[in-house]
């Protein structure tokens, strides 16, 4: 792209993903096609029909109220970028803590970066923070020029995470099924249970576990309060990823006084049919030092084999500092795969970068 570009022909539009045309739909698949094997060059492209029911379910996501745009070049015709921004909806079990942040993500082709496009879209986003009073702007970036971006505005690193992924194929499964032997060994009293939906008579109760260890994981200095998940967001998750056909697997250890100890969860996707997510994992922690972690994780790996034999890699996200949990995967073998952050930065900073543009 030469030198000389003209931000006029880049326009902005409003992105309406419940009511988008053919034409609309083959942009952006255009655009998501050269995305994809940018960033996931080793992983299968997924199909357009799989792709837009995920993209459509994200309008009506049940925590937040996210707002979508595309970016086009009038000169061309072609979707070269989107963004979306969006905040906590007021009824959000989350709503209250963390009213005041908005966050943002921006995606552009490599040959439109640097030419402007990224003010046109902050300055967006902070006219909508502004307007409807937050306070806070958070974003992300895996790749290098994103990361870039978000120093150059001003953005301060807040955490640093790392995607990781396990081949199948490298497992020790011997040490894996010691773990698994060893965790009823060690907790005697402890009960393994595996559900594909959890129980009624428990539901409040693992929702309290849940939002405890979840917000146990280490969030370096972003200026977030606790994410709570109540049972009424639980089953509409559940609900969601039914629609989708996703199957959500959760193995939990309870004792006998009726308390839920640890717990792990897995999601296959099936358009994603060579990989498994690992979701969160976590331990109360008066029940640390007894092996749960492990246990669980290992009982999980077993299952993944027994249920999903296509799969052949395992990818879980972590937090760099959270070291309990990078422990475990590093002796199941979880390698690095892709390294982002997640930064943050004050409205009235933003205002500041903006009005020396």
């Known amino acids: 792209m030469k030198d000389d570009f003209d931000i006029n022909r880049i326009e902005i539009n409003p992105a309406d993903l419940l009511n988008y045309s053919k034409e609309d739909w083959s942009l952006y698949h255009e655009f998501r096609k050269k995305r994809h094997f940018q960033i996931y060059p080793d992983d299968p492209f997924i199909d357009n029909d799989a792709s837009e029911k995920s993209l459509k379910m994200q309008v009506t996501h049940p925590e937040f109220v996210l707002h979508f745009f595309t970016v086009i070049d009038n000169s061309t015709k072609k979707l070269v970028g989107q963004f979306v921004y969006g905040g906590f909806r007021e009824t959000s079990p989350s709503y209250e803590g963390n009213k005041h942040l908005i966050q943002f993500d921006l995606a552009l082709l490599p040959e439109y970066r640097k030419k402007g496009i990224g003010t046109l879209v902050l300055k967006q986003v902070y006219d909508f923070a502004k307007k409807n009073s937050y306070s806070l702007v958070i974003s992300g970036s895996e790749e290098e020029d994103g990361k870039a971006f978000l120093k150059a505005i001003g953005a301060q690193t807040a955490l640093s995470g790392v995607e990781n992924r396990l081949k199948l194929d490298d497992v020790d499964w011997v040490m894996v099924e010691t773990w698994a032997k060893e965790g009823p060994e060690r907790s005697p009293e402890s009960e393994l249970k595996l559900v594909d939906s959890i129980p009624d008579n428990i539901i409040e109760k693992y929702c309290n576990v849940y939002t405890e260890t979840l917000n146990q994981q280490p969030l370096g200095d972003l200026d977030i309060s606790n994410m709570v998940y109540s049972p009424e967001l639980f089953r509409e998750m ?3 990823r039914a629609s989708l056909g996703r199957t959500h697997i959760t193995y939990y250890t309870q004792e006998p006084n009726g308390d839920i100890s640890g717990l792990t969860e897995m999601l296959y996707i099936p358009e994603r049919d060579h990989l498994i997510e690992q979701l969160l994992t976590g331990v109360q922690q008066e029940y640390r030092g007894r092996g749960l ?32 949990m990078l422990s475990i995967n590093d002796r199941l073998g979880f390698k690095p795969h892709k390294e982002g952050i997640t930064a943050q930065l004050k409205l009235e900073d933003l205002e500041k970068y903006l009005a020396g543009k």
């Open 293 to 324: 972690g492990k246990w669980l994780k290992a009982e999980m790996l077993l299952k993944t084999k027994e249920q999903f034999p296509q799969v052949k890699i395992i990818s879980t996200g972590n937090a760099t500092t959270n070291k309990p």
């Open 238 to 240: 559940e609900k969601r």
